[in-house]
Nanobody
C-alpha cells in the first residue's frame, strides 16, 4: 500500500507561482513512474506531468515550459513547480503513482492517488 498526500495548493494571482508537494508513505516511489493530474469543475481529469524511474519527464502541451516535475528520493516526495500561472490552471491537482516505471499520461495506468489539493488562479 502507498499513501500519497498532496500539499501546497492555494490562491494565487495570474503570473504567480506555486509548488505542490506529494509525500509518499508505505513504500518507496523512487523506482515508480509518478504523475500529476488535474480536474476542473465540470471537466474530466487531465494529465499534467509525469516522471519515470530514470527522471525522464513528460508534460501536457498546456503546461510545457511553465511547470516542472521533480522528485526527492531521500524524502520520498514528488514536486510540481508551477510558474506563470493562468486562470485556466485552476483545478484540483492530484498526485498519482504509476503501475509501471515509465511516465505514462493515462489515468488508468496509475494505481494510487492522493486526495488532491486545490489551486485557484485569479485574473
Amino acid at each position: 500500500q502507498v499513501q500519497l498526500v498532496e500539499s501546497g495548493g492555494g490562491l494565487v494571482q495570474a503570473g504567480g507561482s506555486l509548488r505542490l508537494s506529494c509525500a509518499a508513505s508505505g513504500r518507496t516511489v523512487s523506482t515508480s513512474g509518478m504523475g500529476w493530474f488535474r480536474q476542473a469543475p465540470g471537466k474530466e481529469r487531465e494529465f499534467v506531468a509525469a516522471l519515470d524511474w530514470s527522471e525522464i519527464t513528460r508534460y501536457a502541451d498546456s503546461v510545457k515550459g511553465r511547470f516542472t516535475i521533480s522528485r526527492d528520493n531521500a524524502k520520498n516526495t514528488v514536486y510540481l513547480q508551477m510558474n506563470s500561472l493562468k486562470p485556466e490552471d485552476t483545478a484540483v491537482y492530484y498526485c498519482a503513482k504509476s503501475r509501471v516505471p515509465r511516465a505514462t499520461v493515462v489515468p488508468r495506468d496509475y494505481d494510487y492517488w492522493g486526495q488532491g489539493t486545490q489551486v485557484t488562479v485569479s485574473s
